[in-house]
């Protein structure tokens, strides 16, 4: 009688599914996964309904949260991996995996490291405002309707611009994972590139060598790329900007905690003595260890800044309504240290007279006034610096010497003049479809502002620019007079910024009625608010900060001999903090 064939070696094809694993282990994973994500989307819907704070609204929300949405798909997908993985046949679990490592991750990170680069693209243009409350660079010019495509690229707004480059580097990439998953013969046996299909073994050895291929590889190198050359050019190019508003910590956090991610991957996977821990913490939780750290200091820190900035407007605006009831004058006749400290604080100047006792009569819009009347060049600078905020303090700058440059009784002539330059403050701090930074207005004051001067931007700034004071060749712009200028026959392809020739150009066209020395009053006292409860708490607080840390150098010692390893390490963090 002849002997029995030998059984067959099963292999990770015929391999049958398991039911779920709802151990202690897996109940875990179950609760937690559900726990975050509740409060993750708690967060996300807290920024959402807060999105019009000064904080959130310069941050750029919708990319940075699509960016944690996609990160956190995949973050939910490993942590059911271990209590409901086994239910799904083995390849379709790897092509899964396969998939969102290979498109969803990489283009979640993208767009996150976008969002971070925002903040360095935010502070660099925010220094126009610092350098001069006027200050708008002139942009490299190229009429974006009628140039090349290279040309009209560069005219379209920053958050545009870096959506078309994810988008371009996610076509390579999806084509890339898509053409190694079609060659590679593990994940389908029927076809494929000879040479690439599993090799016999053990159900254990070819589940390794599943999950250690050749196609694994791009998606390692983005990340590496991602994590160790992008992240540390981000880190070092925002290590010197001093924000209010925790962006630099967010960015900073971000970069640091994804350092750790690729490495301990590649690590667990290739060293045996990880497997133990593999069964029950996945390579790639590595990986999502640096997501969940994303999560909080994308949405949980900027939930808990403006809980903080609320109690600092609170604490601003009722120290001006406490304060501005009682007369200046009995507040000067009463004091004096106490007032004469105000005073210098008020017109702007070098703080070195502050007293504790002053409190929070600081806190008024009479102090912010006489700041932006006598000296507003400290306040503009630290909002333009620190505070990413420079086209408040510009506008209220820029507003009141327009106002004051009226005469008591203008002609037409003049009152074209007026209306050009009040065109030039709309245009490059009031208009969304012009102004860099456009100054936070009700829709209210927006739409007022809108009906006297929009259709002559238009006229001026054309119709296709989505960039700041569009330039404009001036000869054959309608509605436009020329006063003292030369006449060139290269006049059509010369544009100018609006700002800049103001002085030169005037506007012809219909004027509204409504167009009077009052048309900002609305605007200007909603901005100056703005500033009383945002801007202006800050930038008294840093003062007295910095004159606290004075006397405290005072104190203790000239020289850096005296300063102790513990303090000089306690300095150091804070200024990261």
């Keep these: ?57 310069i941050r750029g929300l919708p990319l940075s949260l699509t960016a944690i949405l ?71 010019g190229c009429n974006g309707a009628g140039s090349s495509w290279l040309c009209r690229l560069r005219n379209l707004d920053y958050p545009t611009r870096i959506l078309i480059y994810i988008g371009l580097a996610m076509v390579v990439q999806v084509l ?74 967010q960015t900073i956090s971000c970069c640091i905690a ?65 304060w501005e009831t009682a007369s200046q004058t009995a507040i000067r006749a009463s004091s004096s240290t106490e007032w004469r400290s105000a005073s210098v604080l008020e017109k702007g100047l070098t703080i070195e007279y502050i007293d504790k006792e002053l409190g929070d009569r600081l806190f008024t819009m009479s102090a912010l006034e006489h700041v932006l009347n006598f000296n507003p060049g400290p306040l503009q600078e630290f ?45 490059d701090l009031i208009s969304p479809r012009d102004a860099e930074f456009p100054i936070n207005l009700s829709s209210q004051d927006l739409k007022y502002l809108e009906a006297i001067f929009e259709r002559p931007a238009r006229i001026l700034c054309g119709e296709a620019r989505v960039t700041p004071a569009t330039p404009f060749s001036s000869d054959t712009s309608p509605g436009m007079s020329r006063r003292g200028s030369d006449n060139s026959s290269d006049a059509s392809e010369d544009h100018f910024e609006l700002g800049e020739v103001a002085g030169r150009v ?27 409860t945002n801007t202006w708490p800050k930038f008294v607080r840093e003062i007295q900060q910095q004159r606290r840390s004075g006397e405290t150098e005072r104190s203790d010692g000239t020289g850096l001999s005296n300063s102790t390893l513990a303090s000089r390490v306690s300095d150091f963090i804070r200024s990261v903090l």
């Design 1 to 57: 009688m002849a002997d029995p064939s030998p059984p067959v070696q099963p292999d990770l094809y015929s391999l049958p599914v398991s039911p779920p694993t709802f151990d202690e282990v897996g109940k875990f994973y179950l609760a937690f996964c559900l726990t975050w994500t509740v409060l993750l989307f708690t967060g996300m819907g807290f920024l959402i309904a807060n999105h019009k704070n000064p904080i959130l609204k």
């Design 70 to 140: 996609c990160l956190h798909a995949y973050w939910i997908l490993a942590q059911l991996t271990y209590p409901v993985g086994l239910t799904l046949p083995v390849i379709a679990a790897y092509d899964v995996q396969y998939f969102f490592m290979g498109i969803w991750f990489p283009m979640g990170i993208a767009m996150f490291h976008a969002s971070n680069v925002r903040f360095l693209y935010v502070a660099k243009m925010q220094k126009q405002y610092a350098q001069s409350p006027n200050g708008r660079r002139k942009k490299p």
């Design 176 to 249: 890339l994972t898509v053409g190694m998953w079609l060659a590679c013969k593990k994940y389908h046996p029927s076809f494929g590139v000879a040479g690439t299909e599993l090799h016999p073994g053990t159900i254990a050895e070819q589940m390794t060598e599943l999950s250690r291929g050749w196609e694994w590889w791009p998606t390692a190198l983005w990340q590496l790329i991602w994590t160790w050359i992008i992240a540390p050019i981000l880190l070092w190019r925002a290590w010197g900007i001093r924000d209010t508003l925790g962006w630099r910590f």
């Design 258 to 322: 994804n350092l750790h991610a690729t490495p301990m991957w590649l690590i667990t996977m290739y060293v045996p003595a990880f497997t133990p821990i593999n069964q029950y913490f996945a390579p790639s939780e590595w990986i999502h260890l640096s997501v969940m750290f994303f999560e909080i200091f994308t949405v949980f820190v900027p939930c808990w800044l403006v809980v903080r900035q609320r109690n600092l407007r609170k604490k601003a605006a009722d120290s001006n309504a406490k």
């Design 383 to 427: 909002s333009a610096l620190r505070d990413f905020s420079g086209e408040n303090v510009a506008f209220l700058t820029r507003v009141a010497k327009w106002k004051n440059s009226w005469p008591e009784a203008p002609d037409e002539d003049r009152i074209r003049d007026l209306f050009t330059r009040a065109l030039v403050i709309y245009t």
């Design 506 to 532: 005037q506007y012809a066209g219909e004027i509204s009625e409504a167009f009077d020395i009052s048309v900002f009053d609305r605007a200007q006292a909603h901005v100056k608010y703005l500033v009383l």
